[in-house]
């Protein structure tokens, strides 16, 4: 094939344009539209930004109650300080209650905790039995300190225990304090 | 919708059609007599005038349709057959569809008939048909006075109308003429025109056609294409009895001249959509969908996995 309009007198660049201004109000259309859809998207979206802008609703709080809230948050946070820092009677609350929390197993439950410097009793419930004793296993409290069940009960099928811990004051005592050098020779 | 207006001897025909699922729909057609019509020709004013009384001065309303023109014998068209080395048709320098153009028209303006340019000033060129052998190239080109096209465009840019084209009869009738099988003498008023697989012939003849004229025809085909035996193989057939050579199917051809309405369709029908009828007849007459078609395309890759 020839590069050349075949059967045509006008050349390919004028078929071409001729075309291109026919369908030229199609493409103006087409164009428009576009833009007016554009435009329109852009209007929308700008006044929906503003009316979210403008209608985002002030929080509203009392400044009593705001201020009651303040308060006790600081009590809180500075009475937890103090129990991390407190050590009534050489005992050390915290770490206790802490060592307790953590060897628990899952389906023991906790009810009562008293710490004393002579014993730690805990009192709680699980429905497995064999839980306490998993339980007594895991608490560990180092030399001196030796954990036992003090009494268990069986009601309606949940298993009721309390826990001792003695502390033997003269063995915690040696371990807290620190030995002198070269005393075991 | 598309309007064709038909210049030929002093007669103007005016044909809309449409173009639809490869069917040729012709709407209206309507031809009117004018005298000396090379004067209306000869300046834009009377283009002009000639447009305007072909739309019944409702311009307006024809500026919404695509305009072409056809030339038929008669109105300054001219023909002519010849040869060129293949070389000549291509450069290296040409790098733009507008280049190589340039210089396949300014060929055909060397080869222009003999007394054509003693009758107008400068011409412009169309090609017809193209045969392109190894080594030479035989080209159908059609000539048109460079005065009378200047006029029609510039006449249809002052009233606002989309000049789509200007073609001529032998190149709607190559396009439209199944010569698959065997070539076609078609003989019109004043032009007698072959098509065959190759490319075509145009003779513009002033008086009837005969045997004697017949024999300078073949001979001249056997001389340009690859045909023994050229008469044997042909048929011959008038312009208004193309029906049965058409490559797409007509709507509206007996009520209307089928000369008129085949040059009108041949304007307007783009050369692909009857190339792509002609494969999906051939190929795949039962499958649908040409070689070149988006579904011809996939349903190659899917037939090659």
């Known amino acids: 094939m020839l590069s050349v309009n075949y059967g045509n007198f006008l050349r390919k660049s004028e078929t071409a344009k001729a075309a291109y201004e026919f369908k030229r109000p199609v493409y103006q259309f087409i164009a428009n539209t576009v ?3 554009c435009l329109a998207g852009a209007v929308t979206s700008g006044l929906a930004l503003a009316y979210a802008y403008m209608a985002t609703p002030k929080p509203v709080y ?3 109650l705001y201020g009651k809230a303040q308060s006790l948050n600081n009590n809180l ?12 009677r050489g005992v050390n609350a915290y770490e206790i209650i802490n060592k307790f929390a953590n060897a628990r197993p899952a389906d023991v439950t906790l009810t009562d905790i008293v710490i004393s410097p002579e014993q730690y009793t805990v009192k709680g419930f699980t429905p497995n039995q064999d839980s306490v004793n998993a339980y007594i296993s895991a608490l560990d409290f180092g030399k001196g300190k030796k954990a036992g069940v003090a009494s268990i009960s069986n009601n309606k099928g949940t298993n009721e225990f309390t826990i001792i811990v003695h502390v033997d004051e003269q063995k915690a005592a040696a371990k807290s304090s620190p030995q002198p050098k070269g005393s075991g020779k | 919708m598309s309007i064709v207006i038909i210049l030929g001897n002093n007669k103007v025909s005016c044909v809309s059609l449409t173009v639809k699922d490869k069917t040729v729909n012709i709407l209206e057609a309507d031809s009117r007599h004018f005298d000396d019509l090379s004067s209306f020709l000869s300046s834009a004013d009377g283009v002009k005038s000639l447009l305007s009384s072909c739309f019944g001065g409702d311009l307006k309303a024809a500026a919404e349709h695509k305009i072409y023109f056809a030339f038929t014998a008669g109105s300054g068209l001219a023909y002519k057959t010849w040869q060129a080395a293949a070389s000549s048709f291509s450069d290296v320098s040409d790098k733009t569809f507008a280049d190589k153009e340039d210089r396949i028209l300014s ?12 009758l107008y000033k400068d011409c412009v060129a169309s090609v017809v048909s193209c045969y392109e052998d190894d080594e030479v190239y035989t080209v159908t080109s059609a000539y048109l006075p460079g005065l009378y096209i200047n006029n029609i465009k510039e006449a249809c840019e002052t009233l606002g109308l989309t000049l789509f084209g200007i073609s001529d009869i032998a190149s709607s009738f190559c396009k439209f003429i199944n010569c698959s099988e065997q070539q076609v003498l ?3 008023n004043g032009l007698t025109v072959i098509v065959n697989q190759f490319g075509s012939l145009a003779f513009m003849m002033n008086g009837d056609y005969s045997d004697s004229i017949g024999d300078i025809i073949f001979n001249m085909i056997e001389h340009y294409y690859p045909i023994n035996n050229s008469r044997m193989n042909s048929q011959t057939v008038s312009s208004s009895d193309l029906e049965p050579f058409l490559v797409v199917p007509f709507n509206g051809l007996s009520r209307y001249n089928c000369e008129m309405s085949v040059i009108a369709a041949g304007c307007v029908v783009d050369s692909k959509m ?12 039962d499958k649908g969908g040409s070689k070149n078609s988006v579904i011809g395309k996939l349903r190659k890759l899917f037939e090659k996995k």
Do not use: H, W, Y
């Open chain 1, 35 to 37: 833009c007016v859809f």
């Open chain 1, 62 to 64: 009392s400044q009593e």
């Open chain 2, 186 to 188: 078609v003989r019109a």
């Open chain 2, 274 to 285: 009857l190339a792509e009828s002609n494969e999906t007849v051939k190929s795949n007459p």
């Open chain 1, 77 to 88: 946070s500075r009475g937890a300080a103090l129990m991390k820092q407190g050590r009534p």
């Open chain 2, 107 to 118: 060929l055909c303006i060397e080869n222009v008939p003999q007394g054509f340019t003693d």
